[in-house]
């Protein structure tokens, strides 16, 4: 069966500092790869999406980069975190077309302070 | 613009009764949707699915009905337990170049009564 990794749970960060979450999945090949943010009490915004190695597309202008060395690795990154990067960060696996649904990985809780 | 929101942030249901969790959709376009299941601290957990040629499917104590002359979409949940108290968002597939995003709605807490 397929499972989504994502590391760290939870991390407190000052701001300007740099930032990198990593997402993996086990149990699938070429899967889609996808990176969420929630603030508190609200539904889902799309930050990149990836359709295989080193292919990465934004959506939403920000201070976030994404990157795919692996199949099943996707990492976000900034180089200088704001206050506004706070939230709750989702990563997200699908399979290739388009009814497929995705599926969450647990988590990371980014304070920024 | 396309939009995809819920008619109610907080439902309060008795333990035992059935939950209705409603949703509105702007782009008639739109031909999958998706309910998942928010646990807080947790990921979503995908619940049910239903494409556009259907009004109807039904899971395990869960049905979706989808409305397409009014763009609406429901959840039912059947015989309300206390480990159904969550949040449920709605979600609608929009096609990208080479892959789909969701759009997700604010979502609705659901609060199970004992």
């Known amino acids: 069966s397929q499972t989504i990794h994502q590391w760290p749970a939870t991390l407190v960060q000052p701001v300007g500092s740099p930032l990198s979450l990593e997402c993996t999945v086990e149990?699938?090949?070429?899967?889609?790869l996808y990176w969420y943010r929630q603030a508190a009490g609200r539904g889902l915004q799309l930050l990149f999406y990836s359709v295989g190695i080193g292919q990465i597309s934004s959506e939403v202008p920000q201070n976030l980069s994404a990157s795919r060395p692996q199949d099943r690795q996707f990492i976000l990154s900034s180089k200088k975190l704001l206050l506004s990067d706070s939230g709750f960060y989702l990563c997200a696996w699908s399979g290739q077309g388009t009814y497929n649904e995705q599926f969450f990985g647990p988590g990371t809780r980014l304070t920024v302070l | 613009g396309e939009s995809v929101g819920l008619h109610l942030p907080t439902l309060s249901v008795q333990e035992g009764d059935n939950s209705i969790i409603n949703c509105a959709y702007s782009n008639s376009a739109s031909d999958y949707f998706i309910w998942y299941k928010q646990e807080s601290g947790k990921g979503p957990q995908f619940i049910i699915d239903i494409r556009s040629n259907m009004d109807k499917r039904q899971g395990q104590r869960v049905t979706v009905l989808l409305n397409k002359t009014v763009k609406h979409l429901s959840l039912q949940i059947a015989a309300t337990q206390p480990g159904d108290s969550a949040v449920y968002f709605c979600a609608e597939n929009k096609a990208l170049d080479s892959s789909y995003k969701l759009i997700f709605g604010s979502g609705t807490r659901l609060l199970v009564r004992p």
């Open positions: 149990g699938t090949s070429n899967p889609n």
